[in-house]
């Protein structure tokens, strides 16, 4: 196990800077994510970090050595490929073997740490098998079993749940997480599902058109988002903004609807207000607005209402009875409304 | 009305399905016609080579009697299959073989080796390198063997079995095809290969070129054929039986005043059985191969 240092790395394809100057603290032991939409720089940023593609500037450091100049195979890391990446005309436990044959490991030192790799991974009858005879499930179980083998000093996930279906890519995630909770190795993850993300990670880093928007834990990045990207990158349904400004004490938005403010608040105008879908509930007095779409989904029930002719989503824990159309009054939960100033950037 | 639509229903259904018979029919019928077309100057070949007398297998020409032999006999094979003398003709078919065994055995190393590096090698003008392996292969080979005699005549590498290998191992042709196949192989799989601690040479080794079959196997018959029917580079580089393939050594048959028809089958029926069994050993790949990249592109 060892920490992780990424010091302004940058990355840059000709004159097309993809990476601009990134930084942060990966410590030992932590399972780190990488979040963002596509296109974003986290998967380059991966990569940089597993040594396939050059760092066109700053330093990254694996238990404290400087390893921009190190080759993949000297890092001492392992890594999960979205695709899988299993050698074809390997069975499993040649795959997961390969790495330790690599390094001239005997055969019975071979065989057994497979064998506990497969152990931990359940996929012990499934040693024989060619990854053509597996299901989407066991072929990612075996590319982590690949990983593990090598007992690496950080892991890189690169979107490995990606191919799956909805329901098994619950069940991965929680065997990923599991897995680390055991095995307590440095874990740098890649995703773009934020509930990924959220559920996983030690901490989060978002990131945007090569930047870093804001690191933090799951909670801290959902309860103070520093951006109104952050905002409603992190959670679902995402987070109500609404663009206004601040008149008699209240926060008036562009198409004239008055949301209370925190109570006591002084700080910077805000220009933008921002009310999670859950914060906003429905009450006997309170803001006017017109139910659009009910969408009950069981746990609980997802309301689109307008809000004079802006859309806002309320998730409501009861069972309601409502019909499109009808007018009814929310109201925000003042202790958990989030002001931005016309930057985008956190104001309280 | 709907009782009107059942009951003519049948008879279309029977209509349509005669139509399609007939049509099946026709197409099995010109298919038959084709494929007897192709295989009778096989046929003939090896119906001759069991005739003992060549004037009658002249004077069987041209009717349907060149199809059937009344008394087979091995005689032909065994006057030709001698491994020294006259008729050496054992021997020329192993010179052949050993020939087409170096050349296609070196040509999967060397053509292989060369399509992975410029497929996934970092290597500068990579680019430039493969658009010269494509115009090379445009050059054809007749218009380059002057010189190539000249060298090898120089080197002193005429009359060997080194002068028929040697020259022929790269081929523009086969490092493209190979430069396509290991190409089209996922990226993950070598970066997966290359985390897993391998060398660039161990990734071709024990990844790449274990997944090339269908590529190995294209080539190898491809190549092989190539290889088997030289006929103007060893008649220009060999002088004596030493290294004499045996399709140079078949057409010394008809360089006489008397073609003997009788031996001259036999030998180009032992010239033609070991490239079709290489072509049925590996015609499964073969095909897939060619299909793959057709659709592929």
């Known amino acids: 196990m060892a920490s992780v240092t990424i010091e302004q790395v940058r990355k840059e394809y000709g004159a097309v800077p993809v990476i601009h100057g990134v930084s942060m603290e990966i410590e030992d032991g932590e399972f780190v994510t990488l979040v963002g939409p596509s296109g974003c720089g986290k998967s380059t940023l991966l990569r940089m970090l597993a040594g396939l593609e050059d760092i066109s500037g700053g330093e990254i450091l694996i238990g404290g050595r400087v390893v921009n100049d190190v080759a993949p195979k000297e890092r001492d890391i392992a890594m999960v490929f979205q695709s899988y990446a299993l050698y074809p005309h390997m069975t499993v436990a040649e795959n997961m073997g390969f790495a330790l044959k690599l390094k001239g490991e005997g055969k ?14 359940a996929l012990g009858p499934l040693l024989d098998r060619l990854p053509k005879q597996l299901s989407g499930g066991q072929r990612q179980r075996v590319a982590m079993g690949r990983a593990i083998v090598r007992h690496p000093q950080v892991f890189l996930f690169d979107e490995p749940l990606s191919n799956l279906d909805a329901k098994l890519r619950v ?40 930047r870093v928007e804001q690191i933090g834990r799951p909670l801290e990045l959902y309860d103070r988002p520093a951006n109104t ?47 999670r879908p859950e914060h906003l509930t429905i009450a006997e007095r309170g803001v006017p607005a017109t139910v659009v779409v009910v969408e009950p ?24 009875e409502l019909e499109p159309g009808q007018p009814i009054a929310v109201t925000p939960d003042l202790a958990k409304v989030h002001l931005f100033s016309e930057q985008g950037m956190r104001v309280n | 009305m709907s009782d009107l639509a059942i ?29 007897l077309v192709i295989v009778s100057p096989l046929l003939m070949l090896i119906v001759a080579s069991l005739k003992d007398d060549r004037f009658q297998i002249l004077a069987d020409m041209g009717s349907f009697r060149a199809f059937w032999v009344p008394n087979p006999t091995l005689a032909n094979f065994a006057e030709v299959g001698n491994l020294s003398g006259e008729l050496a003709f054992g021997r020329y078919l192993l ?17 292989s080796m060369a399509g992975f590096v410029l497929a996934w090698g970092s290597l500068r003008g990579r ?23 000249i060298m090898v005549s120089r080197a002193g590498m005429t009359d060997t079995f080194a002068v028929q290998i040697v020259p022929w191992i790269a081929s523009p042709l086969y490092i493209f095809l190979f ?9 993950e799989l070598f970066e997966a290969a290359e985390m897993d601690g391998a060398s660039v040479f161990r990734i071709y080794r024990s990844i790449f070129l274990p997944l090339s079959l269908p590529a190995l196997a294209t080539v190898s018959i491809l190549m092989g054929i190539e290889t088997w029917n030289q006929y103007l580079w060893p008649i220009l580089v060999t002088q004596t039986a030493y290294a004499r393939p045996i399709a140079v050594a078949i057409a010394t048959f008809f360089g006489q005043d008397s073609i003997y028809w009788d031996r001259a089958m036999a030998a180009s029926v032992l010239m033609m059985l070991p490239i079709l069994a290489l072509y049925l050993a590996f015609q499964r790949w073969f095909v897939s191969s060619f299909v793959g990249s057709a659709v592929k592109g």
């Open chain 1, 108 to 121: 019975a030192a071979i065989d057994r740490r497979v064998r506990e790799a497969a152990d931990i991974l």
């Open chain 1, 171 to 210: 069940t991965m995630r929680a065997e990923i997480k599991d897995l680390h909770q055991r095995l307590k190795t440095t874990t740098v993850y890649v995703t773009h599902d934020q509930i990924e993300a959220m559920t996983m990670a030690d901490r989060i880093v978002v990131m945007r058109g090569g």
């Open chain 1, 229 to 275: 990207f952050v905002a409603t990158f992190i959670g679902s349904p995402a987070m109500n903004l609404f663009e206004g400004a601040i008149a008699d004490g209240r926060f008036v938005t562009a198409s004239g609807v008055a949301l209370p403010l925190p109570p006591g608040y002084r700080g910077e105008a805000p220009k933008v207000y921002g009310i």
């Open chain 1, 297 to 320: 989904t069981g746990s609980e029930t997802h309301v689109l209402v307008k809000l004079g002719s802006t859309d806002a989503n309320l998730v409501l824990r009861d069972r309601v």
């Open chain 2, 7 to 35: 009951s003519t229903l049948p008879a279309e259904v029977t209509r349509k399905r005669s139509a399609i018979g007939s049509l099946r029919l026709i197409q099995t019928a010109s298919i038959l016609v084709i494929a």
């Open chain 2, 95 to 111: 010179n052949s073989l050993f020939i087409l065994a170096a050349t296609v055995g070196a040509g999967l190393i060397v053509n």
């Open chain 2, 127 to 149: 680019a430039l390198i493969l658009s010269l392996v494509i115009a090379l292969y445009v050059i054809p080979q007749e218009s380059i063997i002057m010189p190539l005699v």
């Open chain 2, 179 to 187: 430069y396509q196949f290991f190409a089209q192989l996922p990226k």
